[in-house]
Nanobody
Framework: VQLVESGGGLVQTGGSLRLSCATS????????MGWFRQYPGKEREFVAT????????DYADAVKGRFTISRDNAKDTMYLQMNSLTPEDTAVYYC????????????????WGQGTQVTVSS
């Protein structure tokens, strides 16, 4: 399984970015994907997850109402639309995949993208 992220960059406070995570090589009948972020010197933390088949989503309180996770079945791609960005959203963002149901715990995800830097200037 391969996950390839894109879409990070530099944006001003209040701006928007859309991250993409293209997947390939997966063979699971049921799986979930998620976005996590990591601050320097900190553990990865949950941002949002989506169950691929049902489309059900879950968000961290810090991003609820500002970020939207979605997927495109035809393109095998997951997205994270990030609006109203603040400097506190500055981090490396990772996409991840696991067979089965969604989880907020990064430790249970088996497959990870390479990470993409998001920087929000004040």
């Amino acid at each position: 399984v391969q996950l390839v992220e894109s879409g990070g960059g530099l944006v001003q406070t209040g701006g928007s970015l859309r991250l993409s995570c293209a997947t390939s090589g997966r063979t699971f009948a049921s799986y979930a994907m998620g976005w996590f972020r990591q601050y320097p010197g900190k553990e990865r933390e949950f941002v949002a997850t989506i169950r691929w088949n049902s489309g059900s989503t879950d968000y961290a309180d810090a991003v609820k109402g500002r970020f939207t996770i979605s997927r495109d079945n035809a393109k095998d791609t997951m997205y994270l639309q990030m609006n109203s960005l603040t400097p506190e959203d500055t981090a490396v963002y990772y996409c991840a995949l696991r067979p089965g149901i969604s989880s907020r715990s990064p430790g249970v995800y088996s497959y990870w993208g390479q990470g993409t830097q998001v920087t929000v200037s004040s």
